[in-house]
C-alpha cells in the first residue's frame, strides 16, 4: 500500500474536554444532569463533514462548515479539512478564498465557535474547557478517529494547555502566514508565549437566542463572574486548581472589560 492509498488525510484537529469533572459522578443531581445534557448536546451535532457556501448581495461570499464531530465520555474531536482535499471546497468558492492561509483563518474561526458555545454552557455549571489545535493526518470518519494528528492535539491538551486555554500549534500557525496580525484577532499570545485560541470574547453570543442589549449583558457578565469567583474561593486549599481559575476570570474579564458592571 503506497500512500495515496492510506485512509489518512492532513486535517486540523481540535481536541479539548472539561476540566474538574473527575469526580462528576458524585457531584449532585442538580448539577450532573446539567452536564450530562451539554455532553448529549454535543454529541447530537455529529454529523458527517459538509462544507457550502453562497455568494452575498454585498459581492461576499459566505462559507458555511459542518466539521467531522465524535465524542467519547468527557472528550471531543473536532476535525476541518485540509485545503488540498478534492472534496474540501465547493468549486464556486472564489479563487482567492482557497488560499491556505485565508483557509486556516477560517478552520481556527470556526473551532472558535464551536469552543464559545460549549465554553459558555459550561461555564453555566461551573466547569471549563482545555484543549488543543493542530493540523496533520487523520483519518476521522463515522466516529472513527486515528492518526499522528489526534495523538498531537491530545499531547498539547494533556502536557502543554495547563490553563483553560486551546493551544494552537505551531503547524497551524505557520499556515497562517499572510493574514495580518490586525486580522488575527481569533488568536491570543499567552505570557508564555503560546498561541491560544480566543473562544472567550464570543462566548455571550450563545447566552440568548435573540438580541443582547446593555442590561441582559451585564446580568450575563454578572452572573459568570459570580461564577467565576465561587470556584477561586471553594478552592482557596487547591493552589494549583484555584490558578486555572484565576488565569480564567483574567481572560473573561478583559474579553468583556467594555460591558461596566
Known amino acids: 500500500m503506497n500512500n495515496d492509498d492510506l485512509p489518512l488525510f492532513d486535517r486540523f484537529t481540535l481536541f479539548f474536554d472539561f476540566l474538574g469533572t473527575s469526580d462528576a459522578t458524585r457531584w449532585p443531581k442538580e448539577r450532573l444532569y446539567p452536564f450530562l445534557d451539554l455532553l448529549i448536546s454535543i454529541a447530537q451535532i455529529e454529523s458527517e463533514q459538509d462544507i457550502g457556501g453562497s455568494p452575498q448581495e454585498d459581492g461576499s461570499y459566505r462559507i458555511r462548515i459542518t466539521p467531522e464531530v465524535t ?98 500549534s505551531e503547524r497551524i500557525v505557520e499556515r497562517l502566514d499572510g493574514i495580518p496580525e490586525a486580522d488575527r484577532t481569533f488568536l491570543l499570545t499567552d505570557i508564555d508565549g503560546r498561541w491560544h485560541l480566543n473562544y472567550f470574547a464570543e462566548m455571550i453570543h450563545h447566552s440568548s437566542n435573540g438580541p443582547i442589549d446593555i442590561e441582559r449583558a451585564k446580568r450575563w457578565k454578572r452572573a459568570h463572574l459570580a461564577t467565576i469567583d465561587a470556584a477561586i474561593a471553594e478552592l482557596a486549599h487547591d493552589p494549583h486548581r484555584r490558578g486555572k481559575w484565576v488565569w480564567f476570570k483574567a481572560r473573561f474579564e478583559e474579553a468583556y472589560a467594555h460591558i461596566q458592571v
Request: glycine share 10%; with cysteine; proline share 4%.
Open 71 to 168: 465524542t467519547f465520555s468527557d472528550n471531543i474531536v473536532v476535525s476541518y479539512p485540509s485545503l488540498g482535499n478534492e472534496t474540501s471546497v465547493p468549486h464556486d468558492v472564489p479563487k482567492h478564498l482557497r488560499f491556505e492561509a485565508h483557509w486556516a483563518k477560517f478552520m481556527c474561526q470556526d473551532a472558535i465557535r464551536m469552543l464559545s458555545g460549549v465554553a459558555e454552557l459550561g461555564l453555566r455549571i461551573g466547569i471549563l474547557v482545555r484543549g488543543g489545535f493542530t493540523f496533520g493526518q487523520l483519518h476521522h470518519d463515522k466516529g472513527v478517529v486515528f492518526g499522528e494528528a489526534m495523538v498531537e492535539a491530545n499531547r498539547i491538551e494533556k502536557s502543554e494547555a495547563v490553563y483553560p486555554r486551546v493551544l494552537v
